[in-house]
Antibody
Framework: EVLLVESGGGLVKPGGPLRLSCVAS????????FNWVRQRPGKGLEWVAS????????DYAEALRGRFVVSRDNLKNTLFLNVSEVMTDDTAVYFC???????WGRGTLVTVS | QSVLTQSPSASGTPGQTVTISCSGS????????VYWFQQVAGSAPRLVMF???QRPSGVPDRFSGSKTGTSASLVISAVRPEDEADYFC????????????FGGGTKLTVV
């Protein structure tokens, strides 16, 4: 069974750092590109970043480039999303998902306050 | 402001056919595949259509997709109460450095 499980959310103070993780299982993690997506309260989905299989191909939403950094550890089947200097506007549920959107995690809620 | 445009709401009675539309441009829908998601309140999105018109396994054949030019549609035939959810479209957009462009979502109410 394919599983993606996000963690690392919670209450974060403005200006602080944030590190989210997404652990994958049930498939060959190192062969796939992944996306991070967020959903602010009561809002739609917003693509955040993508990372290629080897971690060399990186794409970011233009408005988030610089503060958001995506990485991965293929030995641990884990994705990471690092956010520097979080802002209240970063309050959202953060999801990881496969490249073609067929599998999603349940998300982790980040509240910046 | 979402890159792809969706009507905020749609509704239907059980058994009716409902169409949810997604409008974009030549840099996204016009040149790339469209994907559709269903999101029930409080849950993760679920893929219900990929590559414009292909259904993942487990999605009822009441769901169908199409694309014409810079617009795409998700059609739900014989809509059921359990179809009530938010529906989002997404397509790759090759402007600037490239990005995945989402629609703002359509809330389907089955009354």
């Amino acid at each position: 069974e394919v599983l993606l499980v996000e963690s690392g959310g919670g209450l974060v103070k403005p200006g602080g750092p944030l590190r989210l993780s997404c652990v994958a299982s049930g498939f060959n993690f190192s062969e796939y590109t992944f996306n991070w997506v967020r959903q602010r309260p009561g809002k739609g989905l917003e693509w955040v970043a993508s990372i290629g299989p080897r971690g060399r191909s990186l794409d970011y939403a233009e408005a988030l480039r610089g503060r958001f950094v995506v990485s991965r550890d293929n030995l641990k089947n884990t994705l990471f999303l690092n956010v520097s200097e979080v802002m209240t506007d970063d309050t959202a549920v953060y999801f990881c998902a496969t490249e073609v959107w067929d599998f999603w995690g349940r998300g982790t809620l980040v509240t910046v306050s | 402001q979402s890159v792809l445009t969706q009507s905020p709401s749609a509704s239907g009675t059980p058994g009716q056919t409902v169409t949810i539309s997604c409008s974009g441009s030549s840099s996204n829908i016009g040149s790339h595949y469209v994907y559709w998601f269903q999101q029930v309140a409080g849950s993760a999105p679920r893929l219900v259509m990929f590559r414009n018109r292909q259904r993942p396994s487990g999605v009822p054949d009441r769901f169908s997709g199409s694309k014409t030019g810079t617009s795409a549609s998700l059609v739900i035939s014989a809509v059921r109460p359990e179809d009530e959810a938010d529906y989002f479209c997404v397509a790759w957009d090759n402007t600037l450095t490239g990005l995945w462009a989402f629609g703002g979502g359509t809330k389907l109410t089955v009354v």
